[in-house]
Structure formats: C-alpha cells, structure tokens
C-alpha cells in the first residue's frame, strides 16, 4: 500500500518588513531583492502572497518620498512614517503590527544576507514546525573588531541573564510566524528589542530555531548601531525589563524543541 505523504505547507501571505532611517542609498535594492524572491515563492507554490513594508523612522533624507512612489507604483508595497523618530525597537514594534502575514520577517535596509536564504529559512520553518527561524553569521570579521568584541559579550550576557543560547541575537533575521506574534507584546523602543523578542517567545514555549548565512557588512552609508549612546540604551533595557522577562511563563507546555537549535540544510 503506498503511503500517504502530507501535504506540504503553504504559507497564505508572507510579510517583509525594513526599518528604515535615511536608508535611500539601499531602500531601492532592498525592496527589490525582496520583490524578486518573493515572486520566485509564489511562482514555486511556497505562499500564495506577499507584502513588502518600509517603516519610515522620520527619515530627514528622501526615504520617504522613494518608499511612497514604490507604493505607488507597487501594490505589494507599503509605506509606514514615522511622524518622530522612534528608533530600532519602535519601528520593528510599527513593522510587525503593519503585517498582515501568517508568516513575517524582519531585517534590515542593508539587506546583510543574500535575500535568497528566506527559501531555506521557510523550509526550516515548514520542515521542523518551529515558530521562528532566526540566523546568524557565519563569518563576522566583515563587521570589524569592535563590533565583533561588543556583539561577543552582550551574546553572552544575554545568555548569562535570560538563558538564551542565540548565537547572534541581535542580527537582523527573524522569521517568525503570526502565532508568535499574536501571543507576544513587545515593549522595548532601543536595539534591544530583537533580544526581547526572543526571549519572550522561548520563556512562553515556542520553538526557536537557528541557521547560519553567509553575512554582508553595509557598504554605504553609517550604521549607528555600535555608538555609545545605542549600546547604552540597549542595556538600560536589558535591566529594566530584566524582572518582566523572568515573569514570563508558557502559553503552552514548553517541549526540548523550545530551547534554539541550529538547523542544518534540510
């Protein structure tokens, strides 16, 4: 007798959404590269639509002029300003509430990885039934010795308070299904939203899982992530929130999967 095999799962809409802050060196590359894989999906079967959403954080140069014609002439595009800047965490916060998807991702304007890992991510996520996929670099040297330096011990003060075991939690890779979503309220307004976010979703059971991508350091404009005044910011709600985060308890029965893993190519 033949066996019956299950039917793959297609996801009905997946959400891509870019924080952006005076991004209009990249934003034409990035809704690009976004467009074209996201049209590859849909010709392969693999969702059956799409949205690409620009999270203008009051940009000062023509961002939002060139996000509201993208719009305009795009309808799978569009736009959310900012009317003051709200940094990292407020506009991943404007970005995942703007998603209509039953699958989301986050990253940034810079595009660090090759638009095509979201194939692979997708298959991780359908293959081992996990709720987020986030990844990590596999070679961090493009970044430079600082940045690698502060990313190496706030990974590890992350771990050491919340018993997370991200390699990279601050890359800006998080697929992450609407569940998710649903169930998590995201508070943070700094960079340290992304830590928050999975945190929230480990402490409440869900399944995180890890994969490793080839990584691309911008190559124009500044990135303000490495300043004082950011990394200040990210620690100071790393604390403050430190007591609400332990609070945390599963909406499920958490399982071992609920613990990140790193998934090889399936």
Known sequence: MTPVLPVPETFKKLSIFFPMWNEELYIH?????????????VTAGQ???????????????????LADAMAEADPHVRVV???????????????????????VLYTDADL??????????????????????????????????????????????????FGTRLRDINFAFKLCRRTVLDHVELVSEGSFIDAELVIRAQRSGFQILQIGVDYFPRTRGVSTLSSLSVIRTMLGEMFRLRSDLKRVVPHRAPSESSTPTTAGTP
């Open 112 to 161: 660090p990885f090759e638009m095509l890992e979201l194939v692979r991510a997708l298959r991780v996520l359908r293959t081992y039934e996990a709720d987020i996929v986030s990844a990590y670099r596999l070679d961090r040297t493009g970044e430079g010795p600082r940045r690698a330096v502060y990313s190496f011990f706030y990974n590890g003060l992350v771990q050491a308070m």
């Open 47 to 65: 969702i059956a639509d799409y949205e690409i959403i620009v999270v203008d954080d009051a940009s000062t140069d023509a961002t939002p002029q």
């Open 81 to 103: 300003h900012h009317p003051h800047n709200r940094k990292l965490g407020g506009s991943i916060k404007s970005g995942f509430a703007a998603a209509t998807g039953d699958v």
């Open 29 to 41: 590359r990035a809704v690009g590269a976004a467009a074209e894989i996201c049209e590859q999906l």
